[in-house]
């Protein structure tokens, strides 16, 4: 009788050095590390949000070898979106407008270079999700309060990701000249994606859901193209909420509430946004460690339910507007 097969060390190493990008790992972990050491010095809970800030200015800097002329651009970008969003805000129909036209202008910059695409998708990220976050549950002056740490201290994040792009050219590496070619359909995809982010944020702002930036990033997540990319990124972001909620949710349920497990489980989701070669891998985990985090804050009653219905929501507004445009964009074509 056969014993049953046991992995062995080289396997285990195999598999990780291909699931787990292990060099963008130690950099976010570079500029992302110092936001959580200030957290617990200074119990300064905006410190952690800083962390999405810096992996934002982090991933297409690597991604497209951006010079840190670049890097600082995109890091004004973030901040102005952030700061129109967050007073924007308390005026619901004005802040469904502009998060649809900062979801229209993360794609539309892709008329000038295909790369853009990256670049558009995190400013439009952490600017539309700090705005919600920030405001979640505190009072209008605390909201302030949060927000003015974040700028304030975001010099911070702007200059280690300079200093890894520096250290990277210096030895051998070549910074980016040019942003690609031009998308031929650029308009289409911009035009989806401002339809799918107005009508999750309309119901947002209607439904007053908590916790809404998952609807919003959702459903600008899932417009990559045509109909059965779209599906395909929808479905790998369900199984990810899926499967990935309730364990996190379940792992919380066994741990007691620590403000250093908040912490590391916050920092481990930070670094998801990155560390993983299969989307589905990192966004299984980015919920896992996010469900965790609010169960060591004693905040998980119905976190659940609430992150797998929103990832849901905004991936089936994202379906319908890309389905919608392809639709309108094929009968001009008959038409021409």
């Known amino acids: 009788m056969n014993s049953p097969t046991i992995p062995s060390a080289a396997g285990l190493r195999g598999l990780l050095a291909r699931e787990v990008k292990s060099a963008e790992l130690v950099r976010a972990l570079i500029v992302v590390g110092p936001m959580v050491a200030a957290y617990f010095i200074a119990r300064e809970t905006a410190l952690l949000n800083l962390g999405l800030v810096a992996v934002s200015l982090l991933i297409p800097a690597l991604r497209q070898h951006f010079p840190p002329k670049v890097v600082a651009w995109h890091y004004l970008a973030i901040l102005v979106t952030f700061a129109v969003l967050f007073f924007a805000a308390p005026v619901k129909p004005l802040f469904v407008v502009l998060t649809a036209l900062a979801g229209f202008l993360a794609v539309a910059g892709t008329r000038y270079g295909e790369h853009f695409r990256t670049l558009g998708n995190w400013v439009f990220i952490p600017a539309v999700y700090l705005a919600?976050?920030?405001?979640?549950?505190?009072?209008?002056?605390?909201?302030?309060?949060?927000?003015?740490?974040?700028?304030?201290?975001?010099?911070?994040?702007?200059?280690?990701?300079?200093?890894?792009?520096?250290?990277?050219?210096?030895?051998?590496?070549?910074?980016?000249?040019?942003?690609?070619?031009?998308?031929?359909?650029?308009?289409?995809?911009?035009?989806?994606?401002?339809?799918a982010v107005f009508a999750a944020a309309a119901l947002v702002e209607i439904l007053n859901l908590a916790q809404g930036q998952w609807v919003m990033w959702s459903a600008a997540s899932v417009v990559v193209g045509d109909l059965t990319a779209s599906t395909g990124k929808l479905k790998q972001r369900a199984i990810g909420a899926v499967v990935g909620v309730p364990l996190g949710f379940l792992a919380g349920l066994a741990l007691p509430q620590s403000r250093v497990g908040y912490a590391i489980?916050?920092?481990?989701?930070?670094?998801?946004?990155?560390?993983?070669?299969?989307?589905?891998?990192?966004?299984?985990?980015?919920?896992?460690?996010?469900?965790?985090?609010?169960?060591?804050?004693?905040?998980?009653?119905?976190?659940?339910?609430?992150?797998?219905?929103?990832?849901?929501?905004?991936?089936?507004?994202?379906?319908?507007?890309?389905?919608?445009t392809e639709i309108v964009w094929l009968r001009m074509m008959r038409k021409a």
Request: glycine share 10%; charged share 10%.
């Open 132 to 195: 919600c976050e920030v405001r979640e549950g505190v009072s209008a002056s605390e909201a302030l309060r949060h927000a003015g740490v974040i700028i304030v201290s975001s010099p911070i994040a702007l200059a280690l990701v300079c200093a890894i792009q520096l250290y990277d050219q210096r030895r051998g590496g070549t910074a980016a000249t040019s942003f690609g070619p031009p998308a031929a359909e650029w308009f289409l995809a911009a035009l989806a994606t401002a339809m």
């Open 265 to 324: 489980a916050v920092l481990a989701a930070t670094l998801t946004l990155i560390s993983f070669s299969r989307y589905v891998v990192g966004f299984g985990l980015r919920c896992f460690f996010i469900a965790l985090a609010a169960s060591f804050a004693g905040g998980a009653s119905g976190i659940a339910e609430e992150r797998i219905v929103n990832v849901l929501i905004g991936g089936t507004f994202g379906l319908i507007a890309v389905a919608l």
